[in-house]
């Protein structure tokens, strides 16, 4: 069936609005009408090329919209259904047994740009292959196929324009601070960064309890959305962070949580850190070969912990409901930094993101 997408045929970009085929919905497989969908930094550090990716592509991975149809044996959502699209995982391998899908042994072939087993692509252009299944699903595209396991049935009077970032930006912030971090109530947390990503990790320290959230951002108007979202505290991030950081909080912080995968400030991190500190890292770096050095003494005998984080730790059957419970009750104001515009606005839309403008961005398709 003939689709709108925003699709990628250079490294950058910029996103052209095409025509595109999108296939059916084959076994377990669930095509979807994408009514919403979030431009999540990921897309951005993927589009770069740096990782790998193949061109023309469709990125795309905050997907929510009505269910067009399903492939043979899907049970859980039928056509018509309001869904949030999120990542994808097997449901056989040991993580996923354990509830850690976002650890799925094969996370990689189902998230990034692979063929169906058949060796078909889910999307082509005059009969060529397109790079798909972006975090199962490519959303930046009128009709996705996603699978059973990635999509999230929501109620029938669901914002979808409100509620698409939940199943990748929203739900790794929060969920790396009150899943992966474990934060409890009294604690405290350091932010590093004030993206989306960063904002839902400071309102996710609030959910928790958190006595002091230092939100560190280079961006003004992002620091002011920090304060005004509930941080007690905002650094510019220039020069020492860890000792300003020290200045407020003596002893050091309880957690730190790394969403701007921006290694100057990353490796000032450990340092931030109070004993029994932890420390999370889940902003993806520019670069494949990016690393963190450590101070193994200081590491052992304050007895920290450095942990990697992948959607914060989300079984987004479970935790995805929490969060929109959380929303129901003013607890995730996630429209105060959400924009929208439409999908033939994309380059428009990063743009404004690199600039501040529009923190979350979000893309409406008729
Ligand atoms: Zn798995
Ligand atoms: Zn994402």
Same mark, same amino acid.
């Given at each position: ?47 770069? !090329? /740096? ?6 592509? *469709? $990125? #795309?991975?905050?997907?929510? @919209? %009505?269910?067009?149809?399903? +492939? ?109 971090? !474990? /934060? ?6 350091? *932010? $590093? #960064?004030?993206?989306?990503? @960063? %904002?839902?990790?400071?309102? +996710? ?126 607890? %995730? ?34």
């Amino acid at each position: 069936m003939q689709a709108t997408a925003a699709v990628l045929n250079q490294p950058n970009g910029p996103f052209t609005v095409e025509t595109v085929d999108v296939a059916a919905p084959q076994a377990g497989e669930v095509r979807v009408a994408i009514k919403a969908v979030g431009i999540c930094h990921t897309d951005l550090v993927i589009a770069s !090329g /740096a990782m790998g990716l193949q061109f023309p592509a *469709v $990125l #795309g991975h905050e997907g929510a @919209g %009505l269910v067009e149809s399903v +492939g043979e044996g899907v049970t859980s959502v039928k056509p018509g259904d309001k869904v949030l699209l999120t990542f994808n995982s097997c449901g056989g391998c040991k993580p996923c047994a354990h509830h850690e899908p976002a650890y799925c042994n094969s996370f990689v072939p189902l998230n990034m740009v692979a063929t169906r087993a058949d060796g078909s692509t889910r999307i082509t252009r005059d009969g060529q292959p397109v790079a798909d299944n972006f975090f199962g699903q490519s959303s930046f595209s009128s009709l996705a196929v996603a699978n059973e396991r990635n999509v999230l049935k929501v109620d029938d009077d669901a914002d979808l324009a409100a509620l698409a970032p939940l199943g990748c930006g929203i739900q790794t912030g929060a969920g790396g601070v009150l899943r992966s971090l !474990g /934060a409890r109530s009294g604690e405290t947390l350091v *932010v $590093l #960064g004030a993206g989306a990503v @960063g %904002l839902s990790a400071l309102l +996710g320290g609030r959910i928790a309890g958190c006595a002091t959230i230092i939100v560190v951002e280079p961006q003004e108007a992002r620091r002011a959305m920090a304060l005004e979202l509930g941080a007690t505290h905002v650094l510019d991030g220039q020069g020492d962070v860890a000792a300003a950081v020290r200045a407020i909080v003596p002893d050091g912080a309880d957690m730190v949580l790394d969403t701007s995968g921006f290694m100057p400030v990353v490796q000032q991190a450990v340092n931030m850190l109070a004993n029994r500190g932890r420390l999370g890292l889940l902003g993806v770096p520019g670069s494949l070969d990016a690393a963190l050095s450590v101070p193994m003494l200081q590491l052992l005998t304050q007895g920290a912990t450095v942990r990697g984080i992948v959607e914060g730790d989300s079984d987004p059957q479970v935790f995805l409901p929490e969060l929109l419970a959380h929303h129901k009750a003013g607890r %995730l104001p996630i429209e105060k930094f959400s924009r929208t515009y439409a999908l033939s606005e994309i380059n428009q839309a990063i743009e404004d993101a690199h600039h501040g403008k529009a923190i979350k961005a979000i893309l409406l398709i008729d």
